[in-house]
């Protein structure tokens, strides 16, 4: 994935994933959202067609809200992506339990 994962912490415990992808959309083509809900806060990894899509989205939405939830934002690494994937028990990329695609699938 290159840069082109952001992940975010901090979102409300049971945030609707297209409250996330209205919020993100509007600095790039959001390909994938991967909300992984818990009981104080979710969070959530959003997959962006070009790096500098996500780039522009951690600039920018780092210490913003949603729905009065400060946001934190940064860069995934492939490391600590794969890494939450196996402790959340989200079942990878393409679970249908928690991951909304867009017209775009992940190689």
């Not at 809200?65 to 994937?85: E, N, P, V």
């Amino acid at each position: 994935d290159g840069g082109r994962r952001v992940f975010v912490s901090g979102l409300p415990p049971r945030v609707d994933v297209e409250v996330v992808r209205t919020h993100f959309a509007q600095y790039g083509a959001v390909e994938q959202i991967q909300v992984v809900p818990s009981k104080n806060a979710a969070w959530t990894y959003v997959l962006f067609q070009e790096d500098k899509e996500a780039q522009a989205a951690v600039q920018a939405v780092d210490g913003t809200s949603i729905l009065g939830a400060s946001l934190r934002c940064s860069l995934a690494t492939k490391q600590g992506y794969s890494l939450a994937m196996q402790k959340s028990g989200a079942g990878g990329v393409n679970s249908p339990r928690s991951t909304a695609s867009g017209s775009h699938s992940e190689a």
